[in-house]
């Protein structure tokens, strides 16, 4: 779904991105993920159920901010009250994703959670078009 040189032009660190596959459910029912990786980072995109998307966590846990521009809903999702682990939640074409960035394995923390936002961001636009066909 993504060359190796868009994830690591979005993520912002060198590829090749190697090891993208598409990743079947258990019962052999259509793709529900692709992940594409490197030593140092990763990007990864997972289908999830409505009813997931639709449960809103607990603002003591996880802040949920509105994202406009990406499929017919989005909303980011990031650790309380730091910012780390963002994870973009969209909907498109009647199913609902899951994207996250490590732009580095190593870092866990907040440091990179704006280039996380923003090469999550980058991918899912480039993945809407794709994903609701």
Known sequence: MLAS???AAAVGTPGPYTGAHEDPADDGSPVWGCTWG???SFADIRET??????NIPDPADITTTPVSGIGDKARMD???PDGRNPE?????GGRYYI????VSRKELGAENA????DAEQTLAKALVAKLSG
């Open 5 to 7: 040189d868009q994830v």
């Open 38 to 40: 490197t030593h140092v």
């Open 49 to 54: 159920t409505a009813e997931r998307f639709a």
């Open 78 to 80: 990031t650790m309380t």
């Open 88 to 92: 973009l939640w969209f909907t498109t």
């Open 99 to 102: 994207m996250e960035v490590a």
């Open 114 to 117: 704006a280039r996380e936002k």
